[in-house]
C-alpha cells in the first residue's frame, strides 16, 4: 500500500477530504500536550468539531511511553467507539497510536498522523516502541504504518533551534545507516539516496524556517523513515542509545556523534566486511554514500559527515571512565547485525573514546 502524503495548503482542505470521503465520525486524537502550540491546526480541529464530527483527545501517555499508557488509550477508543485515529507529535505519541492501532485490532481504520518533527520517520515504518515492566518492547506490524501522512511545515517552526538540528540528524542518519544496512535493497538505497541529497539540499533553508526547507526536511525524514522500514537502523543507532541517556541529550545529537566517527572508521576497515555482497561492494556504497553527501568519494563523504557536525555547533559530551565502561557493555550485539563490519566489545570501546570526549 502506498502512503498518502498531504500537505496542510488550503486550510488542510486534504484533512477535510481524509474526514469526509472515509466517512469518518469520530476521531481518537493522540497528541502530546503541547499540541496548543500548532495554532492554525487547533483552530482547524474546532472547526472540524463544529461543524458534527466528534474528536476524542488522549494524551495520557509520557516520552519512552509504556504499555499501560496504550492500554489506556485503547480504553479510551473502545469505549467513545471511535472510529478512526489521528495522531501528532514526534516518536511517542505516533508509537502510542500504532499501538492502540494494532490492539484495537481493527486494521482497516482510517488512521492519520501529522509529524511535529523532521526527524524520526516514525510514519514511515512499521516499528514502535513501548515499555513494559521496564524493559523495551519493539513492536514490527506491517498494520501500523498509517495510511495518511499530513506534513503541515508550520508545526515544525515553533521547535527550538537545538531540537530541530537534531530531528534532522536522526533523519540523515536514518538515511546512511540504511545505505550501508547488510539488509539494504535497491529500493532502500534509492530511498537513503533521495532522503540524504534532499537534506543536504534544504539544511539552510530549514534551519532559518522557509516554507520550502520545512517541507523538502519533513519530505527528506519521511523518505529516510521509507528506508530504514526495509533494511532498520545499524551500529550508529545500537551504539547511540545509552548516551542518550547517559548525557541526556536528543537521540538525534547522539546518532550523528556516534555516526560521523563510524563513517571514517568503516572506510579504514572494509577488510573486515561481514556484508555478503563483499568488500570492493562496500567500498562502493561508502562512495555512494559520499557521493549523495555532495562529495567525491567515501572519504571526502565523511569529511562532509563532520564539518557538517562541527557547523551545527551540537557539542560533544565529556565520558568518565566510568562512563565508559557502562557504554561498551551498553551494546546489544543482536542490534549490530545490520552493521556491514564485525565489531568487538574492544573496537566498540575504542570507537566511545573517539565518539565522546
Ligand atoms: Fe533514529
Known amino acids: 500500500m502506498d502512503q ?7 486550510n488542510y482542505a486534504g484533512l477535510d477530504k481524509w474526514i469526509y470521503d472515509g466517512g469518518v465520525k469520530k476521531i ?47 480504553n479510551v477508543f473502545n469505549s467513545e467507539s471511535c472510529d478512526s485515529i489521528i495522531a501528532v507529535g514526534g516518536g511517542s505519541a505516533m508509537d502510542v497510536a500504532k499501538c492502540i492501532k494494532l490492539y484495537s485490532e481493527k486494521t482497516d481504520i482510517p488512521f492519520l498522523v501529522m509529524p511535529t518533527t523532521a526527524g524520526t520517520g516514525s510514519e514511515a ?8 515492566n521496564g524493559e523495551k518492547q519493539s513492536i514490527t506490524d506491517d498494520s501500523i504504518i498509517p495510511q495518511t501522512v499530513l506534513m503541515d511545515s508550520k508545526a515544525l517552526s515553533t521547535l527550538p533551534d537545538y531540537q530541530k538540528k537534531a530531528a534532522m540528524c536522526d ?40 516554507e520550502d526547507g520545512l517541507s523538502e526536511m519533513l519530505i527528506a525524514a519521511n523518505i529516510a523513515g521509507k528506508a530504514i522500514n526495509i533494511t532498520q537502523t545499524t551500529a550508529g543507532h545500537a551504539m547511540c542509545y545509552k548516551i542518550t541517556s547517559l ?27 561481514s556484508d555478503e555482497r563483499g ?5 562502493g556504497i561508502l562512495d555512494e ?3 549523495a553527501l555532495g562529495a567525491s568519494d567515501g572519504k571526502n563523504g565523511a569529511k562532509t559527515l563532520e564539518d557538517l557536525f562541527e557547523k551545527l555547533e551540537l557539542g560533544i559530551p565529556a565520558a568518565t571512565p566510568e562512563q565508559f565502561e557502562i557504554l561498551k557493555k551498553s551494546v546489544n550485539p543482536d542490534r549490530l547485525k545490520n552493521f556491514p563490519i564485525d565489531l568487538d566489545e574492544d573496537t566498540i570501546a575504542g570507537l566511545y573514546h573517539i565518539i565522546l570526549r
Open 4 to 10: 498518502q502524503i498531504i500537505s496542510a495548503k488550503d
Open 28 to 74: 481518537l486524537l493522540v497528541c502530546g500536550k503541547s499540541i496548543y502550540l500548532l495554532k492554525e491546526f487547533c483552530k482547524k480541529i474546532d472547526e472540524i468539531e463544529g461543524k458534527g464530527v466528534e474528536v476524542v483527545r488522549f494524551h495520557g501517555f509520557q516520552p519512552n511511553p509504556l504499555y499501560e499508557n496504550v492500554l489506556d488509550g485503547l
Open 125 to 132: 515504518t512499521r516499528f514502535a516502541v513501548i515499555y513494559r
Open 171 to 210: 533523519a540523515l542518519c536514518h538515511a546512511i545507516e540504511s545505505y550501508w544496512s547488510v539488509k539494504s535493497t535497491e529500493e532502500s538505497k534509492e530511498y537513503s539516496r533521495d532522503a540524504i541529497r534532499r537534506i543536504i539540499r534544504n539544511i539552510d533553508g530549514y534551519l532559518s524556517n522557509t
Open 247 to 273: 548525557f541526556n541529550i536528543p537521540h538525534g545529537h547522539a546518532t550523528i556523534l556516534c555516526n560521523r566517527v563510524l563513517y571514517r572508521w568503516m572506510l579504514d576497515n572494509t577488510s573486515k566486511c
Open 279 to 283: 568488500q570492493q561492494y562496500l567500498k
Open 289 to 291: 554514500i559520499g557521493i
